[in-house]
């Protein structure tokens, strides 16, 4: 009811930071690319294998962007979709089942909607057919304008592996798409190549899989290799296609792609033992914003992907208050270090919280439980705040308008 709906409002009023004037409004009118990257890790960054650098173009990418090297996927089992969620809402998934099927039909406050009244055109790509992960039905709830699915694609089993379209060929077949829609534009791109059981053609791999007892880990380089070519081929068209001057860049890993079934192998490519406290660390994923014309920096705070959705609104000039988000802007000095993941492990500045045990990210090791005591009340209360919205549909009782008033 209403006073549920105040109890929220409070609470986004109190986890509002002031945006950093620097960067405020910095994307004004530009094209917005969000692109997700499918079960890409961030272990992988500036990493080698067998002598092999497996991500050149992303590497090339923390040099001249705004590169997040301690950034954490936040879904549950709604996998792909949960992260989508996190990113156009600034809310959090559920603990168990996928949002994107159990409330596609709540009222949302997401990025689409808020964009299309200060006049963008907001799209998805994605080659995979309209309705998986019920895509259509909550994309239109959400707001977009259109969703660029299978059918908007050329798809042949020539130019597909394992779930569908060759990524490279993705990107290619969205050109024409984005020449022809309106701008400025928000759009998101969904990779797929990188996906398990991560297959890839031999004339598509360029580097060979690794060498370890353990195949998908093996096949996983070669595949994220794959991908981080199709990025760098992808921003070229962009280029050719005179839209990569008036638009920014949005990349973010979706979530893990090897699991924890898999820690013998990534224990031998790490040189350490996966600890509980190694496994948080292996929750983070690749987060970039790449805005033309800045050369951006390493930015080493905490975060997650729910801090997304004001980042993009405050680079585009766009004021927040009144906005019910659970993350926050990352560029604003209040930011702060945190992020919280779904099965309630979170993450400070210098301590790792999870299954109960509080840990110290200098060593690695468990300390006394005092240490972590800052993050927990935010951590449950972040989840649980998050969980009402949800569960109660409470964004239907909210007045936009009237909270900016209050603002
Ligand atoms: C399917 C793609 C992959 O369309 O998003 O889904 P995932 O299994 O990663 O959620
Ligand atoms: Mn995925």
């Known amino acids: 009811d209403s006073s549920e709906i105040t109890d929220i409002e409070n609470y986004a009023r109190a986890n509002y ?3 950093n004037p620097e960067m405020f409004g910095k ?3 530009k094209n917005v690319f969000v692109i997700s990257l499918e079960s890409t ?3 992988v960054i500036n990493e080698s ?5 497996i ?5 090339s990418l923390t040099k001249n962007s705004y590169y997040f090297p301690n950034f954490y996927h936040q879904t549950g089992q709604g996998k792909t979709s949960d992260a989508e969620f996190l990113v156009d809402n600034s809310l959090f998934p559920l603990p168990s089942g996928a949002v994107y099927f159990t409330h596609s039909q709540n009222e949302y406050n997401a990025s689409p909607e808020l964009l299309k009244e200060k006049g963008y055109y907001t799209s998805v790509m994605h080659a995979n057919n309209k309705s998986f992960w019920n895509r259509d039905i909550m994309y239109h709830n959400l707001g977009y304008d259109r969703y660029y699915s299978l059918k908007d694609f050329n798809v042949t089993p020539e130019n597909s592996v394992g779930w569908g379209l060759k990524d490279k060929e993705f990107f290619k077949q969205t050109i024409p798409h984005l020449k022809e829609q309106p701008k400025p534009f928000y759009t998101r791109f969904i990779t797929l190549t990188n996906h398990f059981p991560f297959t890839l053609n031999e004339e598509d791999q360029s580097i060979p899989e690794w060498t370890s007892g353990d195949g998908t880990v093996n096949r996983y380089f070669t595949t994220v290799r794959y991908e981080d070519e199709a990025l760098k081929e992808f921003f070229d068209e962009v280029k050719k296609a005179g839209l990569y001057d008036n638009s920014i860049f949005i990349l973010y890993g979706d979530h893990y792609g090897i699991s924890e079934n898999h820690n013998e192998a990534m224990s031998q490519f790490l040189g350490k033992d996966i600890t509980p406290f190694e496994s948080i660390q292996l929750q983070k994923v690749p987060f970039f914003i790449h805005i033309p014309g800045d050369k951006g920096k390493v930015m080493n705070e905490v975060a997650g992907q729910v801090d997304i959705k004001p980042t993009i ?3 585009l000039g766009n004021d927040t208050r009144g906005d019910i988000d659970l993350g926050t802007d990352l560029f604003s000095k209040d930011h702060g270090d945190f992020a919280v993941l779904r099965d309630n492990s979170y993450i400070t500045k210098n301590n ?4 109960g045990k509080c840990y110290d990210k200098a060593t690695g090791k468990p300390v006394d439980g005092k240490a972590c005591k800052p993050g927990a009340e935010r951590a449950k209360s972040d989840l649980e705040i998050s969980d009402r919205i949800v569960y109660g549909d409470l964004l239907r009782f909210y007045d936009k308008d009237k909270a900016k008033q209050n603002k």
Do not use: D, I, S, Y
């Not at 294998?49 to 650098?53: A, C, I, L, Q």
């Not at 991500?55 to 590497?59: A, E, G, R, Y």
């Not at 790792?352 to 299954?355: G, Y």
């Open 55 to 59: 991500t050149p173009f992303l590497n």
């Open 49 to 53: 294998v067998n002598g092999k650098e």
């Open 27 to 29: 994307a004004k009118g």
């Open 313 to 315: 609104q405050h680079l």
């Open 41 to 43: 890790q961030n272990f």
């Open 17 to 19: 930071k002031e945006p």
């Open 352 to 355: 790792v919280f999870t299954k």
